[in-house]
T-cell receptor, first 112, second 111 residues
């Protein structure tokens, strides 16, 4: 009964490729997020999204795009991968109006 | 199971005051602790991260301390400004990658 799941767990790919990371939550939450954890373990917001609004952190390159086929999914698509994209990416969700966020297990991306 | 609580739940101060937000957690076996701020309708913005082996971190007017043995962390904000008004959350990450968020402190800085 996993609450927030991400696939794949590990992703190794060549520079220049396009890849997607999937996120699914079965909690019925309205808002989903993508975070990037840098080499210093710092967690930084990339996107927050509910069925009404997408909020993008202005520092995120436009090579990154969230795609939400339905309320329970928020996938992260990355074009033209660069070495600096190597990181752990976390998906999270929260109920409307609540601050508590439930995190997925993370996807470790390595760009070679 | 890890439980994280924050005191006070709400705080209102005049501009220029120094203030302290408190965070306590029940299980000292943590990987790190992170302080976030949340503005209405927005995702979380990371402020400071303290590894389990560290005692404090500083960034500008913010200073966060960690006392793992007593299960406490504080966020000190110096010379508060109206732009500091937001909800402040602390989150504990355990060794299994799970994040446990506190209940939040809603801060209002009055001009």
């Amino acid at each position: 009964d996993t609450a927030v799941s991400q696939t794949p767990k590990y992703l190794v790919t060549q520079m220049g490729n396009d890849k997607s990371i999937k996120c699914e939550q079965n909690l019925g939450h309205d808002t989903m997020y993508w975070y990037k954890q840098d080499s210093k373990k710092f967690l930084k917001i990339m996107f927050s999204y509910n069925n009404k609004e997408l909020i993008i952190n202005e520092t995120v390159p436009n090579r990154f795009s969230p795609k939400s086929p339905d309320k329970a999914h928020l996938n992260l698509h990355i074009n033209s991968l660069e070495l600096g994209d190597s990181a752990v990416y976390f998906c999270a969700s929260s109920p409307q109006g609540r601050a508590t966020q439930y995190f997925g297990p993370g996807t470790r991306l390595l760009v070679l | 199971k890890q439980e994280v609580t924050q005191i006070p739940a709400a705080l209102s101060v005049p501009e220029g005051e120094n203030l302290v937000l408190n965070c306590s957690f029940t299980d000292s076996a943590i990987y790190n602790l992170q302080w976030f701020r949340q503005d209405p309708g927005k995702g979380l913005t990371s402020l400071l991260l303290i590894q389990s082996s560290q005692r404090e971190q500083t960034s500008g007017r913010l200073n966060a301390s960690l006392d793992k043995s007593s299960g406490r962390s504080t966020l000190y904000i110096a010379a508060s400004q109206p732009g500091d008004s937001a909800t402040y959350l602390c989150a504990v990450r355990d060794t299994g990658n799970q994040f446990y968020f506190g209940t939040g402190t809603s801060l209002t800085v009055i001009p």
